[in-house]
């Protein structure tokens, strides 16, 4: 069974991002839910961290509930 979309936390986000295997989730999904108070953790962690700024620059497409 295939999983197209998932719903995704501050955690993996984080830890992809700082181990530089951020590219391995669109191999996995083809949509990345990101709800809104994940999106406001990661990316306001810091202007130095890595997550914060990778993940504000990928393209994303605002939802009612979240980014994906």
């Given at each position: 069974m295939s999983?197209n979309?998932?719903?995704?936390?501050?955690?993996?986000?984080?830890?992809l991002?700082?181990?530089n295997?951020?590219?391995l989730?669109?191999?996995l999904f083809?949509?990345i839910?990101i709800?809104?108070?994940?999106w406001?953790?990661?990316?306001?962690?810091g202007?130095?961290?890595?997550?914060?700024?990778?993940?504000?620059?990928?393209l994303?497409?605002?939802?009612?509930?979240?980014?994906?």
């Amino acid at each position: 069974m295939s999983i197209n979309r998932v719903v995704i936390n501050a955690s993996p986000i984080i830890s992809l991002f700082r181990s530089n295997q951020e590219h391995l989730l669109p191999l996995l999904f083809q949509e990345i839910l990101i709800p809104n108070a994940v999106w406001q953790e990661v990316t306001q962690t810091g202007k130095f961290d890595k997550a914060a700024i990778n993940l504000k620059n990928m393209l994303v497409v605002p939802t009612f509930w979240g980014w994906f």
